[in-house]
């Protein structure tokens, strides 16, 4: 069984930084895509990043030069580097990891809150 385990949620205040990671442990051959959803209260989930196998990356335009994602495929995890956090980030933010022979894997949802 595979799971994913977040780390790295908080309370910031704006224009800081928070680190989030995501692991994925279990019986893993190989591992696709990993990246990242957040969900505001109110509000439709949306993409943050996401990062294929070969470390190609894609970003909303929302988090552009603000947010950085990177991975470890020897540890099967996935970061999140967030700087110059705003209020609107605040968000519950979600990791995924595409398992090629078993699907979409989703983690428990770390909190990030941006306020003064």
């Known amino acids: 069984q595979v799971q994913l385990v977040e780390s790295g949620g908080g309370l910031v205040q704006p224009g800081g930084s928070l680190r989030l990671s995501c692991a994925a442990s279990?019986?893993?051959?190989?591992?696709?895509?990993m990246g990242w959803f957040r969900q505001a209260p109110g509000k439709q989930r949306e993409l943050v990043a996401h990062?294929?196998?070969?470390?190609?990356?894609n970003y909303a335009d929302s988090v552009k030069a603000r947010f950085t994602i990177s991975r470890d495929n020897a540890k099967n995890t996935v970061y999140l580097q967030m700087n110059s956090l705003k209020p609107e980030d605040t968000a519950t933010y979600y990791c995924?990891?595409?398992?090629?022979?078993?699907?979409?894997?989703w983690g428990q949802g770390t909190q990030v809150t941006v306020s003064s």
């Open positions: 990062i294929t196998s070969g470390h190609n990356t």
């Open positions: 279990g019986s893993i051959f190989s591992v696709g895509a």
């Open positions: 995924f990891v595409v398992i090629p022979t078993i699907g979409n894997l």
